[in-house]
T-cell receptor
């Protein structure tokens, strides 16, 4: 009963390095999201996708890129990591629009940029 | 001003107590409202939706006041297992959700 799986769960990067976070869901959901969570800030939407082959910017997209080549996967890329990108990243999916309210989250990926 | 504002707490209450959390939102066009629960170092999970008429799920009651742009969550007979962060969530632009920073609840024996 996997649901939403994120890899890796932990990563330490040096400033300027690049990396990709992978999100996979096995629920055949159309919508997928990437959020970051920082102390006192709540979850902030980075990018989202309403279906295979589509992506859109969220509230804090700068410094990130995404791709949704397959319906079940949503990749988040950092081309040149900065210390300000130290955060916990959550991927989520939902069968319809967010209006229904239920997002299914992965367990999170903790990224530290030195 | 933040789109969704919550008292960060922490609320420290004894077992069996009744505790209430409040949340205000800035976008009067928002149509959907929710409470999520997040345990320490875990992912958020939907607790309940909030309807205009108010709704109850066991010990939990959620209410919405559209005129004041205010949402509340009431927990009765608090249990140790209720200790968590409670996130107020409001929809924006139809298909995006905005999360509050959360209110920390600690229930003590």
């Amino acid at each position: 009963n996997a649901g939403v799986t994120q890899t890796p769960k932990f990563r330490v990067l040096k400033t300027g390095q690049s990396m990709t976070l992978l999100c996979a869901q096995d629920m055949n959901h159309e919508y997928m999201y990437w959020y970051r969570q920082d102390p006192g800030m709540g979850l902030r939407l980075i990018h989202y996708s309403v279906g295979e082959g589509t992506t859109a910017k969220g509230e804090v997209p700068d410094g990130y890129n995404v791709s949704r080549l397959k319906k079940q996967n949503f990749l988040l890329g950092l081309e040149s990591a900065a210390p300000s990108q130290t955060s916990v990243y959550f991927c989520a999916s939902s069968p319809l629009t967010g209006v229904t309210g239920e997002l299914f989250f992965g367990e999170g990926s903790r990224l530290t940029v030195l | 001003r933040k789109e969704v504002e919550q008292d960060p707490g922490p609320f420290n209450v004894p077992e069996g107590a009744t505790v209430a959390f409040n949340c205000t939102y800035s976008n009067s066009a928002s149509q959907s409202f929710f409470w999520y629960r997040q345990d320490c170092r875990k992912e958020p999970k939907l607790l309940m939706s909030v309807y205009s008429s108010g709704n109850e799920d066991g010990r939990f009651t959620a209410q919405l006041n559209r005129a004041s742009q205010y949402i509340s969550l009431l927990i009765r007979d608090s249990k140790l297992s209720d200790s968590a962060t409670y996130l107020c969530v409001v929809n924006k632009d139809g298909n995006k959700l905005v999360f509050g920073a959360g209110t920390i609840l600690r229930v003590k024996s």
